[in-house]
C-alpha cells in the first residue's frame, strides 16, 4: 500500500475555519483519535506501525516526511492549508512545525492504543 494523500477543503468566514479531518464512512475502522499541538520546531511520528493504519490530518506549516521502500518524500503543508495521509502499516513518517505557532494534528487509528504494548517502532526520519 502507498501512503494516500489528501488536500482538504477549508472553510473559512469572520469566526475562523472549519474542515472535516476524515470521511463519514471512514470513522468506524477508527480505535483510536487525538488531537496533537506541536510547538514550532517540534516534532511528532518518527516511527511506523506494525498493523494500524494511521490517518494524519495536518494544519500546516508543517514538514510532513515519510519513506516507501528506499524513497523518502517531502511534503510541506503550507499555512492555511490542511491535508490528509494515510499512513499504510510499515510507513515510517515524521511531522515538523515549520511555523512561527503552535500548529494542529489530528490523528486517527485503526488500533486501540496500548500503553502496555503499542503498535509503534520507532525510526528516526527527522532529526531534532
Not at 488531537?35 to 494524519?56: D, F, Q, S
Not at 516507501?68 to 503550507?78: K, N, P
Request: hydrophobic fraction near 40%; glycine fraction near 8%.
Amino acid at each position: 500500500m502507498r501512503v494516500l494523500i489528501e488536500e482538504l477543503t477549508v472553510r473559512r468566514d469572520l469566526r475562523g475555519a472549519v474542515f472535516e479531518p476524515l470521511e463519514g464512512h471512514r470513522l468506524p475502522e477508527q480505535r483510536n483519535v487525538h488531537v496533537v499541538l506541536t510547538e514550532p520546531g517540534g516534532i511528532r511520528g518518527n516511527h511506523y506501525h506494525r498493523y494500524a493504519t494511521e490517518v494524519a490530518t495536518v494544519a500546516g506549516p508543517t514538514l510532513v516526511r515519510y519513506r516507501e521502500g528506499e524513497h523518502i518524500e517531502d511534503r510541506i503543508v503550507a499555512e492555511g492549508e490542511v491535508v490528509m495521509f494515510r499512513f499504510p502499516p510499515g510507513v515510517p513518517h515524521a511531522l515538523r512545525n515549520i511555523g512561527e505557532k503552535e500548529n494542529l494534528l489530528v490523528v486517527f487509528s485503526t488500533d486501540a492504543l496500548d500503553r502496555a504494548a503499542p503498535d509503534v517502532v520507532r525510526e528516526v526520519l527527522i532529526e531534532r
